[in-house]
């Protein structure tokens, strides 16, 4: 963080410091049950993401050269701008973001039908 991070920033860094945890911590569950609750806040966070990529896209349709920005580097002939093609990409990672949710649903609705215990047990013996 810096003297320019805004709260925006803080919190979108804050959010992939936690999400680079996750990473780590899921690498094994010791408590089996939790992977049912992991993927209900895996479930609702993905929606947020894709609320966030639809409300940066927006704001990208509607802001003004000289107002939100001074121009833009050239990038060749028949290149679309750079604010067009950052407001595609959003809008292609809300979209995606709602497919990832779906299958996250998904996910969880199976998982919701197990019954978990609440801590791994020792392997039965072959």
């Not at 690498?27 to 895996?42: F, K, M």
């Not at 107002?67 to 067009?84: L, M, P, R, T």
């Not at 809008?91 to 791994?120: K, T």
Request: proline share 2%.
């Amino acid at each position: 963080m810096n003297d320019r991070d805004t709260e925006l920033i803080t919190t979108a860094n804050e959010l992939a410091e936690t999400a680079r945890s996750l990473a780590h911590a899921s690498r094994a569950i010791n408590h089996p049950y939790d992977s049912y609750l992991l993927l209900g806040c895996l479930t609702a966070t993905e929606r947020s993401l894709g609320q966030v990529y639809d409300q940066l896209a927006n704001w990208h349709s509607n802001v003004i050269d000289g107002v939100e920005y001074n121009g833009e580097d050239s990038c060749g002939i028949g290149c679309a701008s750079g604010v067009a093609r950052a407001e595609l990409g959003l809008r292609d990672a809300a979209q995606f973001a709602g497919i990832v949710e779906d299958a996250l649903m998904q996910a969880h609705n199976g998982n919701s039908v197990v019954r978990w215990f609440d801590d791994v047990r020792a392997a039965p013996d072959a």
